[in-house]
C-alpha cells in the first residue's frame, strides 16, 4: 500500500479555508445571489456538517470548497485555500490534479453517479490509475481490502459486478469506497443517504463513519436530516437562503442552539397530533381492504392477502420500505390496479375493480395526494384551472360560484387567492405545489383522500406545515386519511393507526401509542430501532447493541432466514 | 479568381443574411410585447434570419396578387425572352413572366404545403396520442397498421394514390397528408407514452375525464414543444414532395403556378447556361434552410439544454 502523500505535510492542522465566498448564479437573464460571504474551515480529520433546506445552497458551497461550480453559476467573491493553496488562482489542469485525488465527491444518487456499462471495480480503479497513485493491482487489492472493512457481502467478489446487480444501499457504500480510492485528504458528502430506506441508511451511515474515522479524513457532509448530521458530523453549520445562521461543536449545537431559525429546525420533530379516539365497534368502515392479492403484468404477487379498514375521520398510516406494496395498495383502493383475489369495500359497499366502471361518485370520494407536486399538476395549466376542475365536473359550479370556491379553498390551504390564483405551477415552490395539490383534492369533498409520500420530497420545516394542514382539514371537513409513507417521524406525528408492509405482506397493524412500545415484530423493530435520533452517541450505541452484521439489509436477510417474514 | 469572388459572394451573403436577421430581431423585440420580446431575444441570429425569410415568403404569398407585376397564367410574349427591365426575370416556355409566376408559386406551393402538413398533425397527433394514452390492443393494432404504411415508399405510394385517384388538389393534399400523418402519429406516441405515465394524467384518469379532455387538455400542451419542431421539419418535407411531385408532373397542375415544375419547364436553358431554372429550386432551398434553422432554435429550447 502506497504511503500516504508526503506533499501534505504542513505544519498547521488547517485544511480548507474557505473566506467571505460569494457565489451567484444565472436565472432569466438575471444574476441572483446564492451564498453570500460564507466563512468555512476545516481542520485534518474533522466532520463537519452543513445543514439547511434546500434552497439554502449547501451543495454550492459543498462543491465551491473543490473549487468548483456548476454550469450558471460563479464565485464573484472570496478566497479558497486547500491545504495551503489558493484554489481560485489554479489553472483547470491543477485542479483536476486535486480532484478524485486529494478531495473527492459523493453525491446523492449513486445509482447515477455509476456508469452502469462498467464493473464496479473498474471505476473504483480509475481515479488511482489516472492520477498515478496506485498501478491496477494495487488498486484492485485495496478495493477490495475497503470492501471488507465497509462490510459488503461478499467483498472478494463484490467489485465484480456491474452497478445493477447491487442494491442501492450496496451501491451508495462502493461510491463511498470509491471516493476513498486515492486516500483523499477531504471528502465532500453532499446527501449520500437521502434517496435510501432508513434500514440501508444505517449500513451507509456505519460505513462511512468507520472510514472516515479510521483514515482521519476530513469531511464535508452535507444533509437537511438534522438527526443524521448529528452522528457524523464534530462540527455544524446551518445555512439559510445563502446566509450562515450559526455555527457550534455538535452537542452544543444540540442542546442549546442559540438562534431562532435553528431552534425551529429542531422543534420540528416534536409536532405530535393527539391520538382520535377509537371507532365504535358498530361502525362502518369508510374504506375497508378484504384479503387483497394482486401484481403486475407478471406471475409474481406484489400483495399478498393485505386486509385493513380506514374508519371516518381518522388516520391509517401504511409504513413500509421501498418495494413492501404500500403504492400498490393505494392503486389497489383508486382502482388503477384490479387485484387478483380480494376486493375493497366503500362504506360497505363493495367497489367495482377498475376505475373505469366507478361512478363518477365513487370517484370524487376517493381523492389522492401525490409524492411528487411537480409532476401531479399539469405545468400548463393555471392554479385556477387546476382547482376549479373537480370542482365544476364533480359539484357542477360554474361562473362566480366557482370562482369564489376556488378562493376559498385557497384560503383553506392558507395561500392567498389573489396572488395565487392565475400563476402557473412552475412559478410556486414545492410546499406551494404540494398545498395546490390538496386544494384540488379537497376540491372533490372527498371522504378520503390518500395521502402517498406527500411530505419526502420537502423540506422538514414545509412538511411539517403540510402536515398540520392536513390536520387542520381532517378536523373541519372530517376527512379520512390513508397515509403511504416510509418515514417513522411523520407517523408519529399524524397517524391514529399504523399498518406495517413488508414484502406485500402486512406484517403488523394497530393503534399508533401500541405500535411505538414493545414488544414488536422484529422488523418493525428493526424499522424503529433505525430511525436516527438527536443524539450524536445514537449510532455507536446501535452498533455496539447489535454489531456490524445486524443492520439494514443483513439483518432483512437473516430474518428471512429464520422464516419470521 | 473565380473561387475567390464566389468565397467572397457566399461570406457577403452570409453577413448580409445575419445582420438582417440582428435586425429583423430589434425590430420585432421592439414591436413585441415584453415577454415575448424576452423570449425572442435568445433567439440566435441563424433563427432570426430564418425568420425574417419565413415573414418575406408568407407576405408574397398573401399579397401575391399587389406585389406580381402580371397575372399568374398572362402570355405576354414568345418563350424564353432574357431577363430584362419589362420581365425582371425573363420569361419561360410559354412566354410568362418567370418573376410573377415566383411569387404565385410561393402562395399555391407554400399555401398547399402549409395546408397539407396542419392536416397531417391534425390526424398524427390525436391519433398517437389516443394509442399510447389507450395502450395494449388498440396501440398495437394502430402503431401495426401505421408501420405497413410506412413500410411503402413514400414518394412511391403517393405516385400510386396519385395515379388512382387523379391529380386534383383535393386529392394531392388528402394524399400526403395521410401519408404524413403515419410520421407525426410516431411522433406523437412516443412523446405521448412519457407524458401518459405522469402523475397528473393519472390524477385526470382518477378523477373520471373524457378521453378527448385527456388528449387536449393534459397531454397535447405538454407535448406542444416537439411536436411544434417537427412541424417545421414536416412541412419542409412535405414542400419538397410538392414540388418532386409537380416536377414529376403528378403535382399542381399547369397553369397554377409552381416551383417544382417551374423548374421543370424551363430546365431546358440550363444547356445555355442560364440560371432562370435555378430561381425557383433556390426559392425552396432558401425557405427549407429557414425554416430548419428556426426548428433547430425550437428543438434546443425544448432539450433544455444551455449552451
Not at chain 1, 26 to 43: A, C, M
Not at chain 1, 216 to 230: E, G, P
Not at chain 2, 15 to 44: D, Q, Y
Amino acid at each position: 500500500m502506497p504511503a500516504r502523500k508526503s506533499a501534505s505535510s504542513s505544519s498547521s492542522d488547517l485544511l480548507l479555508h474557505m473566506k467571505n465566498i460569494h457565489i451567484k448564479g444565472k436565472s432569466d437573464e438575471k444574476w441572483i445571489d446564492i451564498i453570500n460571504g460564507v466563512d468555512l474551515e476545516l481542520n485534518r480529520g474533522e466532520v463537519l456538517g452543513l445543514i439547511g433546506e434546500s434552497g439554502a445552497g449547501k451543495s454550492t458551497l459543498g462543491l465551491a470548497a473543490m473549487g468548483f461550480c456548476r454550469d450558471g453559476c460563479k464565485i464573484t467573491d472570496g478566497s479558497i485555500h486547500f491545504d495551503g493553496m489558493d484554489m481560485m488562482s489554479l489553472s483547470k489542469d491543477e485542479l483536476r490534479l486535486l480532484r478524485g485525488h486529494r478531495i473527492s465527491y459523493v453525491a446523492q444518487s449513486a445509482a447515477a453517479s455509476f456508469n452502469p456499462a462498467h464493473k464496479l471495480i473498474d471505476q473504483f480503479c480509475e481515479a488511482p490509475m489516472i492520477h498515478n497513485v496506485m498501478s491496477r493491482s494495487q488498486a484492485t487489492e485495496y478495493a477490495i481490502d475497503l470492501y471488507h472493512r465497509i462490510n459488503l457481502p461478499d467483498p472478494d467478489q463484490f467489485g465484480f459486478r456491474y452497478p445493477h446487480e447491487v442494491s442501492g444501499g450496496q451501491l451508495q457504500r462502493a461510491m463511498t469506497a470509491m471516493a476513498l480510492s486515492c486516500r483523499p485528504d477531504l471528502i465532500i458528502f453532499d446527501e449520500p443517504t437521502t434517496a435510501l430506506d432508513v434500514t440501508t441508511q444505517i449500513e451507509v451511515l456505519a460505513a462511512i463513519k468507520d472510514i472516515v474515522k479510521e483514515f482521519n479524513t476530513a469531511a464535508i457532509y452535507i444533509s437537511h436530516d438534522l438527526a443524521v448530521v448529528a452522528q457524523m458530523a464534530d462540527r455544524i453549520k446551518v445555512l439559510l437562503k445563502g446566509d450562515e445562521v450559526e455555527q457550534a461543536a455538535t452537542d452544543v449545537m444540540l442542546k442549546s442552539p442559540s438562534e431562532d431559525y435553528t431552534k425551529s429546525l429542531w422543534a420540528v420533530r416534536e409536532y405530535n397530533r393527539k391520538e382520535q379516539k377509537k371507532p365504535a365497534k358498530t361502525e362502518m368502515p369508510i374504506i375497508s381492504i378484504k384479503n387483497v392479492t394482486a401484481g403486475y403484468a407478471s406471475k409474481l404477487d406484489v400483495l399478498k392477502d393485505v386486509s385493513f379498514d380506514i374508519y371516518k375521520k381518522r388516520t391509517v398510516a401504511v409504513v413500509g420500505e421501498s418495494g413492501s406494496g404500500k403504492s400498490t395498495t393505494a392503486r389497489v383502493v383508486t382502482g388503477l390496479l384490479q387485484p387478483r383475489m380480494g376486493s375493497v369495500s366503500f362504506e360497505g359497499e363493495t367497489l367495482p375493480a377498475g376505475y373505469q366502471s366507478r361512478s363518477r361518485d365513487q370517484l370524487r370520494r376517493i381523492q389522492m395526494i401525490y409524492q411528487m407536486a411537480d409532476t401531479a399538476l399539469n405545468p400548463k395549466l393555471r392554479i385556477r384551472d387546476l382547482i376549479a376542475r373537480p370542482a365544476n365536473m364533480y359539484l357542477g359550479l360554474n361562473g362566480k360560484a366557482l370562482e369564489e370556491r376556488v378562493r376559498n379553498l385557497l384560503h383553506m390551504i392558507e395561500m392567498e387567492p389573489d396572488q395565487f390564483i392565475d400563476r402557473l405551477p412552475s412559478e410556486l415552490s414545492g410546499g406551494q405545489k404540494q398545498r395546490i395539490g390538496i386544494a384540488r383534492a379537497i376540491a372533490a369533498e372527498p371522504s378520503i383522500i390518500i395521502c402517498d409520500e406527500v411530505t419526502s420530497a420537502l423540506d422538514q420545516l414545509v412538511a411539517e406545515g403540510i402536515l398540520k394542514l392536513l390536520d387542520r382539514l381532517q378536523s373541519e371537513l372530517d376527512l379520512s386519511y390513508m397515509f403511504i409513507t416510509h418515514d417513522l417521524a411523520t407517523v408519529r406525528a399524524i397517524a391514529d393507526e399504523v399498518v406495517v408492509m413488508k414484502d406485500g405482506i402486512v406484517v403488523e397493524q394497530g393503534i399508533k401509542s401500541k405500535m411505538f412500545t414493545p414488544p414488536h415484530h422484529p422488523y418493525t423493530e428493526l424499522l424503529l430501532g433505525s430511525v436516527p435520533e438527536m443524539d450524536p452517541k445514537w449510532l455507536d450505541r446501535l452498533l455496539d447493541e447489535r454489531g456490524k452484521d445486524n443492520l439494514g439489509d443483513a439483518a432483512i436477510a437473516k430474518m428471512r432466514n429464520q422464516g419470521l417474514t | 479568381m473565380i473561387y475567390l469572388q464566389t468565397l467572397l459572394g457566399v461570406l457577403v451573403f452570409i453577413g448580409v443574411g445575419l445582420s438582417a436577421g440582428w435586425v429583423f430581431r430589434e425590430m420585432l423585440v421592439f414591436i413585441t410585447s415584453r415577454n415575448t420580446g424576452k423570449f425572442l431575444r435568445t433567439a440566435p441570429l441563424t433563427a432570426c434570419f430564418g425568420m425574417l425569410v419565413i415573414a418575406i415568403y408568407i407576405i408574397c404569398a398573401v399579397f401575391a396578387p399587389f406585389i406580381a407585376p402580371y397575372g399568374e397564367a398572362d402570355i405576354l410574349s414568345g418563350g424564353f425572352e432574357p431577363w430584362s427591365s419589362t420581365y425582371i426575370l425573363g420569361t419561360d416556355n410559354l412566354g410568362r413572366d418567370v418573376f410573377t409566376r415566383l411569387i404565385y408559386g410561393a402562395r399555391n406551393t407554400v399555401g398547399i404545403a402549409f395546408l397539407i402538413t396542419a392536416l397531417a398533425f391534425l390526424f398524427g397527433t390525436i391519433l398517437g396520442i389516443f394509442a399510447a394514452l389507450k395502450g395494449g390492443i388498440i396501440d398495437q393494432g394502430m402503431s401495426r397498421l401505421i408501420d405497413v404504411l410506412m413500410a411503402i415508399p413514400s414518394l412511391i405510394f403517393s405516385l400510386l394514390m396519385l395515379t388512382i385517384f387523379g391529380t386534383s388538389v383535393l386529392s394531392l393534399v388528402i394524399i400526403i397528408a395521410t401519408i404524413d400523418s403515419t410520421r407525426v402519429f410516431r411522433i406523437a406516441r412516443a412523446v405521448s407514452l412519457n407524458i401518459v405515465q405522469l402523475d397528473y394524467v393519472e390524477a385526470a384518469k382518477l378523477r373520471g375525464e373524457s378521453t378527448s379532455y385527456l388528449i387536449l387538455r393534459e397531454i397535447l400542451p405538454n407535448a406542444m414543444a416537439p411536436l411544434a419542431a417537427e412541424f417545421g421539419l414536416r412541412f419542409c418535407f412535405v414542400f419538397l414532395m410538392i414540388s418532386a411531385l409537380s416536377f414529376l408532373g403528378l403535382g399542381l397542375q399547369p397553369p397554377t403556378a409552381d416551383w417544382g415544375s417551374m423548374v421543370r419547364d424551363n430546365a431546358d436553358l440550363i444547356s445555355f447556361g442560364d440560371i432562370t431554372p435555378l430561381i425557383p429550386a433556390g426559392a425552396i432551398a432558401l425557405l427549407t434552410i429557414a425554416v430548419n434553422f428556426v426548428v433547430d432554435w425550437l428543438l434546443h429550447r425544448a432539450s433544455g439544454l444551455k449552451d
